[in-house]
């Protein structure tokens, strides 16, 4: 525990260390950083409102529930777990929910159940994509997002089958 608590701080001091070993103004590179980062969080916040509003909107609605249960008996045809569907069509929306997602099936079904390990593997192999694309083309302005739409949603849901299909294998 004391070596995680002085790691950060040996951290910064290294690296002032090494500007002033270097010959540079710290402080002043120091204010530069703040002053881009500032602007740059002022230039994306409109985007990263929107996708809060949009993701918070989508699961207020309960159309999670209604896709949920419209989709479930082809998954259940195809003898995939309905109970990990929810966290399948969130993750490439949000993280955070569907980390929440993740949190509510260990905690009902078990870390050790083939639901939780599958539901992990998705968490960990999935991405935010439609976050990503929405923040990141968004604050550069990028309008034509539909192949990299398609591409990204594409490996998400070949990171699910293929995590329902190693978990199957290995557990």
Do not use: H, W
């Not at 994306?44 to 207020?60: D, E, G, Q, R, Y």
């Amino acid at each position: 525990m004391y070596i995680a608590n002085i790691i950060l701080p040996l951290m910064v001091l290294g690296i002032v260390m090494y500007g002033v070993y270097k010959k540079v103004d710290v402080f002043d590179v120091f204010i530069v950083g703040v002053k881009e980062g500032l602007s740059m969080s002022l230039q994306i916040f409109p985007t990263i409102l929107a996708m809060i509003v949009s993701v918070n909107i989508f699961l207020k609605s309960n159309l999670l529930q209604d896709i949920t249960i419209y989709l479930q008996p082809i998954f259940n045809f195809l003898n995939f777990p309905t109970e990990i569907l929810p966290l399948a069509i969130l993750r490439p929306i949000s993280g955070s929910s569907s980390l929440i997602m993740l949190n509510n099936i260990l905690s009902t079904y078990g870390v050790d159940s083939f639901i939780g390990r599958v539901a992990s593997v998705i968490q960990g192999s999935t991405d935010t994509t439609i976050y990503i694309l929405g923040l990141y083309f968004g604050s550069v302005g990028v309008k034509k997002i539909k192949y990299s739409l398609l591409v990204g949603l594409l490996a998400d849901l070949s990171c699910i089958i293929i995590s329902l299909i190693v978990v199957s294998i290995l557990f």
